[in-house]
């Protein structure tokens, strides 16, 4: 900061290092290796997203190598890297390859090697978020905001909260949770045999028998779509 600023504003801090990128920085991030053509972002339990170089293809299939951990992925997993002009850029609207670990590689860059905790985006880019009240809902139709991220959110909530499945609307949406939970047993049928949807909580069995009732009480064919 010039001596000018530091007669304006006292004792004030120097707080360049919370604002810019430096350029020392810069020219360090410029200098990064950078493939476009291997180089990828790796889905990772504790990371969210790593980086790694495509040894191999198959079909559908990638071979990756992650530090020297050799991982075999489907290409779709696999998620494009940006040149090193964009590292720890001010807006992320402006990344050659605006994806989620893009994105989250920015922001973290960001925040841990520059202190920079601000992000400029687009309005259109942002959406706005629930009252409390619809956490972990179990029908997502009656979200105050019925978005993109909402949707998400709440899926990925319930899913860390052992709640498979959710409603939205007259569709029940499930997420396999690749092990086995005790909410198929007899016991369980007979707690949703005869209930109303909204009696229970979202569960396969409560479409199934709404199904089965109408087909006996009112007569009406029935058909479902499972995808």
Same mark, same amino acid.
């Given at each position: !900061? ?9 004792? =004030? +801090? ?9 350029? #020392?920085?810069?020219?360090? %991030? ?8 291997? !180089?990828?972002?790796?889905? =990772?339990?504790? *990371? ?20 020297? *951990? #050799? ?12 040149? +090193? ?13 605006? @994806? #989620? ?7 973290? %860059? ?20 629930? $009252? ?7 029908? !997502? ?5 019925? @978005? =993109? ?27 396999? $949770? ?12 007979? !707690? ?25 009480? @009112? ?9």
């Amino acid at each position: !900061m010039t001596k000018h600023h530091h007669e304006d504003f006292g004792d =004030d +801090p120097d707080p360049a290092e919370y604002l810019f990128v430096s350029l #020392e920085q810069k020219r360090k %991030d410029q200098t990064k290796p950078y493939d476009g053509k291997k !180089m990828v972002w790796v889905p =990772d339990d504790k *990371d969210g997203f790593v980086l790694g170089n495509i040894v191999s293809t198959k079909g559908d299939l990638c071979t990756v190598d992650v530090k020297g *951990d #050799e991982r075999t992925l489907k290409k779709e997993q696999l998620q494009q890297v940006n040149p +090193p002009k964009f590292e720890k850029c001010d807006d992320v609207s402006s990344l050659t390859y605006l @994806n #989620e670990a893009s994105v989250l590689h920015n922001l973290r %860059d960001r925040y841990i090697n520059c202190n920079l905790i601000y992000r400029q985006v687009k309005k259109d880019q942002l959406q706005q978020v629930n $009252p409390p009240k619809y956490e972990k809902t179990e029908d !997502m139709s009656n979200l105050t905001y019925l @978005n =993109d991220p909402s949707v998400l959110y709440n899926l990925k909530e319930r899913y860390y909260a052992k709640l498979i499945y959710t409603y939205s609307g007259l569709f029940c949406v499930a997420i396999n $949770p690749y092990k086995r939970f005790p909410i198929y047993t007899n016991r369980v049928v007979q !707690m949703y045999k005869g209930k109303r949807r909204g009696e229970m909580p979202p569960h396969i069995f409560a479409v199934s028998d709404g199904s089965y009732n109408d087909m006996l009480q @009112n007569r009406e064919n029935q058909s479902m779509l499972i995808t």
